[in-house]
């Protein structure tokens, strides 16, 4: 039986400011919400239909509700059978001098754009996440769907623009600033102290990152259309950086 209670601290995670009070985020559908509990992320509750408990040991608190309850407190179009409150993990409050390299990502927008980038980077190797204020919360319902897991394994730290600067200048980190000019990512002297970072999808990187920074592209057909998705461009790049890195 679903609360009112229950259903209205769900729903209030919709926004920012209430999944950071309470320290808790969303997860919908079973394999999500058992990847990140094989992960180690403690959860808070699970709330599930109907013919779903047996995938759950009785250690774990469930709560079975009625469909329409589901539908009630869904995030998703279509509601999934299973939808489960876990604790944020604790992240670092800023990365070590020698910690690998890191994807920064500046003011992403798009729930999806952000879910996709953190997935990704996990794919390819990079669990540390740097993330300029303004950002889309990596805790959003939509990017938790979309990043299938990954937060589970990744390290995020943000920071305003400038801090990023000065971190990188202090620790002697170089900056790669994705941008339509630049070295061309085929032929960049990729490094695992590298920090890529990947601007804005209507503004591109903040000028501070194009100030202190080397600019890296994907050579493309600019003639005939305008960029890359900034998702597209992050695999793109970072495949690039992991071709690369066997070769280190």
């Not at 604790?87 to 409050?93: E, F, I």
């Not at 927008?109 to 996709?116: H, I, K, L, R, V």
């Amino acid at each position: 039986m679903l609360t009112k209670n229950q259903e209205k601290l769900i729903r209030s995670l919709a926004v920012r400011k209430n999944r950071k009070k309470s320290g808790l985020f969303v997860a919908e559908g079973l394999k999500l919400v058992t990847d990140l509990m094989k992960a180690g992320l403690e959860v808070e509750n699970i709330y599930l239909t109907e013919g779903i408990e047996q995938h759950f040991t009785s250690a774990v608190q469930t709560n079975e509700i009625s469909l329409r309850d589901m539908k009630s407190i869904s995030f998703l179009e279509t509601p999934s059978p299973v939808l489960a409150l876990f604790k944020q993990p604790v992240h670092l409050g800023d990365f070590e001098a020698h910690t690998g390299f890191i994807l920064l990502l500046d003011r992403i927008q798009d729930p999806g754009n952000m879910g996709t980038l953190l997935r990704t980077a996990l794919w390819y190797g990079v669990e540390h996440i740097g993330l300029v204020k303004g950002s889309v919360d990596v805790f959003n319902p939509k990017v938790v769907q979309s990043s299938m897991g990954a937060l589970a394994h990744l390290t995020c730290v943000e920071k305003t623009a400038e801090e990023w600067v000065n971190w990188s200048a202090i620790n002697s980190r170089r900056l790669l600033v994705a941008d339509m000019d630049g070295t061309p990512a085929s032929e960049m002297n990729w490094s695992p102290e590298d920090v890529l970072v990947l601007g804005n999808e209507g503004q591109g990187c903040d000028d501070v990152f194009k100030s202190a920074g080397s600019k890296v592209t994907l050579p493309g057909n600019a003639s005939k259309i305008e960029s890359l998705n900034v998702a597209v461009s992050g695999a793109t790049l970072l495949y690039a950086y992991a071709s690369a890195s066997t070769e280190l």
